[in-house]
């Protein structure tokens, strides 16, 4: 069994990396006005070069710009859709680490007007990409239900949707413009960071979800439905993936629970041909809702935690592909890190040696797995 010749491939990764110092620290300049913006796009322009020149020198053969010119993996997306402000979060949001729990109030989003697309948001970032990549550039896009999960009906102005199916159709517009976009600029490998399915296995969340009147049964259809027209009219030959986890901030994370109340759905009612599923610890549940996964998708499974730098046995991760492959063919399957390592531009708690040294990992496991 070979390497797969187009994505997912049998070593793959979800797509932020933790942001080098220098970045940091002009991005911070930036911020005080103390450079201008063209000096920091110049400064995200070597620190992405950098780590494209990293990725590829560990054998990965999907790159990605480490979502090196973001703050918050979906914020510096969804914010420039018209009409569409970013407010100071009302909701508490409690973390859980190794550690103990955490709050923090993150920001939200309030739907204020009829929303569109006014111009391209990541192409030109892709294009950057693609420009210095030798392997395939890979591009990560937020779930357009992150629009609407963190507030639900109360975050949409009821004067400019009094229905909420009109609301749908404009965010699934707008993402098939960019989509579209990116497609003619040669994107070839799209990814949806989509963490509120995954939030939708948790009791918990279901109750907080039940509380500002969204019916969390209903949801995923109504998440898929959204997510397969926004996908409508991507180039046949886009490989569009879907990445689940359940939180990512610094190490600490929100859900838990099995993928089972959506996995039916998840496999088989949405227009993607690939998982990245969180697996990394027994939070994600076990195996068994692979079963639903049809032939012709790949599940990659993310044994690889990237919240903690210590670095997995390679026997344990062969032992849990084996695994896996009692539920889906071997064929079908790939690994990566269970998440991004960068989901905010804080990061999570580890270094970047360990960081690359968890991406390489996963390429020497791969490659003695799948040959």
């Known amino acids: 069994m070979s390497e797969r010749s187009v994505p997912p491939f049998r070593a793959d990764q979800v797509g932020s990396l933790l942001r080098p110092p220098e970045l940091l620290r002009a991005r911070a300049a930036h911020k005080q006005g103390e450079i201008s913006s063209d000096e920091l796009r110049r400064a995200e322009d070597a620190a992405i070069a950098e780590a494209v020149r990293r990725q590829q020198e560990l054998g990965l053969l999907a790159v990605t710009d480490g979502e090196f010119r973001r703050a918050w993996f979906h914020l510096d997306f969804l914010e420039k859709f018209a009409n569409v402000d970013v407010i100071q979060g009302k909701v508490t949001a409690r973390f859980h680490t190794h550690d103990g729990d955490l709050e923090m109030h993150p920001p939200a989003l309030k739907v204020v007007g009829k929303i569109s697309r006014p111009q391209p948001i990541f192409v030109d970032a ?27 009906r109360r975050a949409i102005d009821e004067a ?55 019916d969390p049964a209903a949801l995923p259809r109504t998440y898929a439905d959204l997510i397969n027209r926004s996908l409508a009219n ?18 600490a994370w929100v859900a838990e629970g099995s993928y089972d109340p959506v996995a039916e759905l998840l496999f088989n009612g949405i227009d993607v041909d690939g998982y990245f599923l969180e ?21 990659v499974l993310g044994l690889v935690t990237s919240k903690q730098g210590t670095l997995e046995s390679k026997d344990e991760l062969k032992r849990r592909i084996d695994e896996a492959s009692r539920y889906v063919p071997l064929e079908q399957l790939a690994l990566s890190p269970q998440c991004g390592f ?27 797995v799948w040959g």
């Open 126 to 152: 892709f294009k950057y990409l693609q420009s210095i990549a030798q392997v395939m550039p890979k591009l990560t896009l937020p779930s357009p239900s992150m629009m609407h999960f963190r507030g639900g």
């Open 160 to 214: 400019i949707y009094p229905d909420m199916a009109e609301f749908y159709a404009d965010l699934a517009r707008a993402y098939a413009d960019e989509i579209r976009d990116l497609g003619a600029a040669g994107c070839r490998y799209l990814q949806l960071d989509e963490v509120n399915l995954a939030y939708l296995c948790d009791p918990n969340l279901r109750s907080q979800v039940r509380n500002v009147g969204e």
């Open 234 to 251: 991507r180039p046949r030959d886009m490989v569009v993936c879907m990445h689940l986890c359940r939180g990512n901030f610094q190490s």
């Open 279 to 299: 697996y990394d610890t027994p939070r994600a549940g076990n195996f068994e809702p692979l079963r639903f996964v049809p032939k012709g998708k790949t599940v």
């Open 342 to 368: 960068s989901s905010t531009v804080e990061g999570n708690l580890l270094g970047i040696a360990e960081q690359y040294a968890k991406l390489r990992l996963v390429v020497q496991v791969a490659t003695e």
